[in-house]
C-alpha cells in the first residue's frame, strides 16, 4: 500500500496471533475502500492495523467491517453478498485455487 510510518497513528492494545503469540502493532489508519463486483460498488472507511507478522494474506476484514457493510456470508461458496448506496446486491467471490494456495503451510 506504500504507506509510510508517518500515516499511521499509534494503537496501544495488544494484539494476539493465530498461533498465540503477540503481534508487533505498528499503528493504524482509517482508509476509504471501496468493494465492487462487475456492475456496482460501495466506498466505506476501515480502520486498519498495520502489523509485523509473516501472513499468506494481504489483510483480513473484522468483525467491525462486515458489520458495517451489513455482509451475508457463504464459507461453503465462498461468497459474500452486502448491498451498494442504491440498494443493489454486491457480490464478492473468492477462487478457491488461489485460497488453496495462499493457505497451504509450507
Known sequence: MQLSPDQLRKYDECLVGFMGDQVEVRGYIELRTTFSDESTIRTIIIMYIVVNASSAYDLLLGQPSLNK?????????????????????????????TTRNATRVV
Request: glycine residues 4%; proline residues 0%.
Open 69 to 97: 457493510l451489513g455482509e451475508v456470508a457463504s464459507r461453503a461458496h465462498m461468497k459474500m453478498n452486502f448491498s451498494s448506496h442504491k440498494r443493489e446486491v454486491i457480490t464478492i467471490k473468492s477462487d478457491q485455487k
